[in-house]
């Protein structure tokens, strides 16, 4: 009888193993968009100005202010992230730095997994400069795909305020100067 029951489960399980499969979200892929994700505005004057958001309440990221947003996924208890830390960090001043990109080109971090206070003290630790935003519980990441860290996300925000998602990918940005090349091409296109 034991063994009967446990034929049956196995079988119930592959049986139903591919519709848990199907139920995933994959990662966003380039051409694609992204799904609704909200934000709180972030507390700090400075960050809403950075990202162009008037007031308190929600945004999307479609909704920054910039023709292009670079998201990091990150958790503060990922190597690679604190590795890709100083790396991101040099990113954004090459951005603030050129006259052409500052005012184009936005970054932002989601901490996933991190609390808020994981994710303040990720920012301090490696003096991050640009907005971070906590999903303790996941949900972002769960509507990503529930791609590990670090991941980047390059969004092209278009005139009438839609969005294309032009680069999507797992580990770090190895070649700066190649990636912000890559940016470069969205302004003009």
Known sequence: MKKLRMIWTILAYLLFLPAFAA???????EGGKLPDIRFAAPADAAYRTYLGIKGGGTFSLPQIKAQVVIVEIFSMYCPHCQKEAPNVNDLYA?????EQLKDKVKLVGIGVGNSPFEVAYFKKIYAVPFPLFSDGDFIIHKQLGEVRTPYFIGIKIHNDGTHTLFYSKLGAIADTAGFLKLVQAQLHN
């Not at 139920?23 to 892929?29: C, G, L, S, T």
């Open 94 to 98: 090459k951005i603030q730095g050129s």
């Open 23 to 29: 139920a995933q979200v994959a990662p966003p892929a």
